[in-house]
């Protein structure tokens, strides 16, 4: 038997393509097969240009050479027109996979690469967490405005590096050119920011970690803006309630007469369900700090008469809401119950333009204890409770039991408004006369 040799054809193999891609970078692997990566020059990193490697639309590694020098060339193309000054070019263009980004909006908005423990690589660390993301839309608004101001001044700086004097500065030049009330702001969204920061990380050791008693911005003396935070006059309390139940918006003023005595904010009671004040305890968390707050309402004999009249209002009433507007449905929204606050101080403007106040105003020279009743707002009245408190002789460490403030915003303000107040000097002149009484019968 005769065996014939097996032959094997062999095909000339295609001439290989050449890889002219600059700045690709090939390494090999144990397997024999190689890794492709774009590498830019090393000066080039602190722009924020990294070393990434390759990979397709799928998120795989690229293993094809041809494949990866053209991925390569298309970003060595933006890298290129980046170090020859383009607008549109730069590092936000390349994902972390080494890809090219269509999205435009990212063309737009380049963001900077902070290193951990940066001010700026802390912030974003913020706004992606659910620390963030849970708080309403408005709220985020806010704090991406003046967090993205923060980021701006200080980006590059280290937390620990920030000298307090230096943001006090930046923010007494923000008041002066920008107003007050939007640099005090800014400076509690500050220091809230970090107050918060730290729960973003799993260490200690995290450069962005930021333990409680070393907040770099806690204390800087700034106080409170004095443009439109006016007390409440009682008188002015009254009238407004009156106002209320005369027009046919009484729930409004059950609203007000709690804000006087519990400073509860709009955005907490706003949804309170219809059964809230069923138990004798108000118990809640509160939306802006997630502190919780527990308070005895039935001890306000005020508070108590108007539940009691809103509970035999319920039959006419359809909202799932405690507060609702005078057709009986919830409040859509606070801008609704703005408008809704808003024409009835409109009404009581027109009937008693200014109160008489025991607290310096100012706003006409020749009556500064007289206080316009355009004046009057919601938000201000978390300050008209805490002073109330103050005046009736509750002790500061007691206050945040009512109101939910943390005891430096008591201080603040009562910083702005006990030097105005008379009923405080009133307090300080008794005590000394009862002193020098007994001095003299001693």
């Not at 219809?274 to 005895?296: G, I, S, Y």
């Not at 355009?374 to 409770?385: A, F, G, P, S």
Request: with cysteine.
């Amino acid at each position: 038997m005769t065996l014939t040799p097996r032959l094997r054809v062999v095909q000339p193999r295609p001439p290989m393509a050449k890889l002219d891609a600059p700045y690709m970078l090939v390494q090999s692997n144990k397997d024999g097969s190689a890794r492709y990566y774009f590498a830019p020059k090393q000066l080039d990193r602190r722009a924020g240009w990294a070393t990434v490697r390759l990979h397709d639309e799928y998120e795989r590694p690229i293993a094809d050479p041809l494949k990866a020098a053209e991925a390569c060339r298309a970003i060595a193309a933006i890298y290129t027109a980046w170090r020859q000054g383009a607008a549109d070019a730069g590092p936000w263009r390349i994902d972390r996979l080494g890809r090219v980004v269509d999205d435009k909006k990212k063309r737009r908005a380049p963001q900077r690469h902070y290193k951990p423990g940066q001010i700026g690589a802390m912030v974003a660390d913020y706004l992606v967490h659910e620390l963030f993301l849970a708080k309403d839309a408005k709220t985020q608004k806010e704090y991406r405005i003046y967090l993205g101001l923060f980021v701006e001044k200080f980006g590059d700086t280290y937390w620990r590096r920030l000298a307090p004097g230096v943001v006090r500065k930046w923010l007494l030049a923000r008041g002066r050119a920008g107003g007050w009330s939007g640099m005090h702001s800014c400076y509690r969204t500050m220091r809230a920011f970090f107050g918060k920061v730290r729960l973003c990380y799993d260490s200690v050791d995290h450069p962005g970690f930021v333990p409680p008693e070393a907040n770099p911005v806690v204390k800087l003396d700034l106080g409170l803006p004095t443009v439109n935070l006016l007390l409440w006059p009682r008188e002015a309390i009254d009238a407004f309630v009156a106002m209320a139940d005369q027009v046919g918006e009484p729930s409004i003023g059950d609203a007000v007469v709690m804000m006087a005595w519990l400073g509860v904010r709009k955005q907490d009671w706003l949804s309170w369900p219809a059964n809230v004040f069923d138990q004798e305890l108000l118990a809640f968390r509160q939306d802006k700090t997630e502190r919780p707050l527990v308070l005895p309402w039935k001890k306000v004999p005020a508070l108590a008469a108007r539940v009691a009249s809103a509970v035999r209002r319920r039959g006419t009433v359809t909202a799932a809401t405690f507060f609702h507007d005078r057709d009986g449905r919830p409040w859509r929204s606070p801008g609704t119950f703005r408008k809704a606050f808003n024409r009835l101080r409109d009404q009581l403007s027109a009937k008693h333009p200014a109160f008489a106040t025991n607290y310096y105003v100012g706003i006409d020279p020749a009556n500064p204890l007289q206080l316009p009743t355009d004046k009057l707002t919601m938000r201000t009245m978390r300050h008209t409770c805490i002073t109330l408190n103050h005046d009736a002789g509750v002790p500061r460490e007691l206050i945040p039991s009512i109101t939910g403030h943390e005891l430096a915003t008591i201080d603040e303000v009562m910083k702005c408004y006990n030097a105005r107040t008379a009923d405080q000097a009133a307090a300080a002149l008794t005590i000394r006369l009862a002193h020098e009484a007994k001095e003299a019968e001693g």
